[in-house]
């Protein structure tokens, strides 16, 4: 088990001012998005500022085309493999990043599905599964698993998501705070159900809103909602050894906010991870 930040948290404007800012975190290894790296970063440039600083890539990170987080109901439209007119692009772009990963000798990339119709019967359903298995035999064919990430679906679903798709490239990375952001569901029970199927842990927490159908608000890790002696309890009991990487998404205080995350951990742990 080993300890991470996604680099999107801590909003680098380049290579150099990620390396910087992962550093700062007391942090040596990252989940990297690949997005960037295509344009205007360049592969070799962040792989060798991240070497160079002794900073690991632990995973990638995959943004669809087009994702519109504004509301509820846009980032439902608009979200993961499920519009139609971004489809091609996501394709074209899965098909780059996978060759990134490869050279990287990265071997896991999560991203987000979209949101999967909770009924079986819904043909909306059977197409997003068709695409999601296209786009894991792509990234398969880099020798790289992928991870969908936990939200915007609740576990009972992505329980029989799992099983429908019955492939061993195709897991999970479970983020508890998009739980509660969703409104999808307790983290703690929705971590049980899907142990089985976890390739990769977000350390993330969030109040859930007061008002159905929108957002909560996301919070330091320990200053929300996420109960992190149950989590790593469970982690134990299960013998979860996959990696923790830390993600924060609001606030003006990234690094100082990673840091917090970061304690909590060795808290919890005992200095158990690396």
């Known amino acids: ?141 880099q020798d790289c698993r992928v991870a969908l990430e936990t939200g915007q679906e609740s576990a009972a679903t992505l329980v029989k998501v799992m099983a429908e798709l019955d492939s061993d490239q195709v897991g999970i990375n479970f983020d508890p705070a998009n739980m509660i952001l969703y409104g999808m569901g307790d983290p703690i029970t929705s971590l049980e159900l899907l142990a089985p199927h976890i390739f990769q842990l977000h350390i993330k927490d969030a109040l859930a809103s007061a008002v159905e159908g929108e957002w909560g608000s996301e919070q330091p890790a320990g200053d929300g909602a996420v109960d992190w002696s149950a989590f790593f309890t469970v982690l134990e009991e299960h013998s979860l050894g996959a990696d923790l990487v830390i993600e924060r998404e609001a606030g003006d205080q990234r690094v100082a906010d990673v840091i917090q995350a970061r304690q909590l951990i060795d808290t919890h742990l005992g200095g158990r991870s690396r």
């Open 1 to 141: 088990m080993k300890v991470g930040v996604c680099s999107w948290s801590l909003c680098p404007e380049g290579p150099e001012d990620l390396v910087e800012k992962v550093l700062e975190t007391g942090i040596r290894a990252v989940q990297l998005a690949l997005d960037p790296l295509r344009h205007p970063w360049g592969v070799a440039e962040t792989l060798g500022a991240l070497d160079g600083a002794g900073i690991e890539v632990l995973s990638g990170m995959m943004m669809m085309e087009g994702e519109d987080y504004s509301t509820f109901e846009s980032i439902r439209v608009t979200g993961g493999v499920r519009p139609r007119q971004t489809w091609e692009g996501n394709l074209r772009a899965a098909h780059a990043n996978a060759q990134i990963a490869r050279d990287a000798g990265i071997d896991l990339i999560t991203f987000h599905a979209g949101f999967i119709p909770h009924s079986p019967q819904d043909p909306e359903r059977a197409l997003m599964l068709d695409r999601l298995k296209v786009l894991s035999s792509v990234f398969a064919e």
